[in-house]
């Protein structure tokens, strides 16, 4: 029995993703192909925005699969942990953001 809820072999499993809905995983991968593939942005860039992503979403299948591509792709160590940095500065952005609920709240009560 595995210890582990995230196993790496899974993500080898990932094109299978349809094998229940074969239409929807069609038009999963051809959205995701579009999507991650050069455009305005280079594949490289792409790839360093996905790892940021995974990395702020806790994915550890997308941080595998983006660590890789990055590293296929030339990006180096410090390129890679700068774009996680970026994640986590917008997350705590996000989450200092949504702090203005908390002091409308507390300014009304006060008044």
């Given at each position: 029995?595995?210890?582990?809820?995230?196993?790496?072999?899974?993500?080898?499993?990932?094109?299978?993703?349809?094998e229940?809905?074969?239409?929807?995983?069609r038009?999963?991968?051809?959205?995701?192909?579009?999507a991650?593939?050069?455009?305005?942005?280079?594949?490289?860039?792409?790839?360093?925005?996905?790892?940021?992503?995974?990395?702020?979403?806790?994915?550890?299948?997308?941080?595998?699969?983006?660590?890789?591509?990055?590293?296929?792709?030339?990006?180096?160590?410090d390129?890679m942990?700068?774009?996680?940095?970026v994640g986590?500065?917008?997350?705590?952005?996000?989450v200092?953001?949504?702090?203005?609920?908390?002091?409308?709240?507390?300014?009304?009560?006060?008044?």
């Open positions: 029995m595995s210890t582990n809820y995230y196993e790496p072999r899974d993500l080898q499993d990932f094109p299978n993703i349809g229940y809905a074969a239409e929807e995983g038009k999963f991968f051809e959205y995701y192909t579009q991650t593939g050069a455009g305005a942005l280079t594949e490289r860039e792409k790839a360093l925005i996905a790892l940021a992503v995974a990395t702020v979403r806790h994915c550890p299948y997308c941080i595998d699969a983006y660590t890789n591509k990055c590293l296929s792709l030339g990006v180096t160590n390129e942990m700068e774009a996680v940095h986590a500065a917008m997350s705590a952005g996000d200092l953001a949504h702090a203005t609920q908390m002091r409308k709240i507390i300014k009304k009560k006060e008044m």
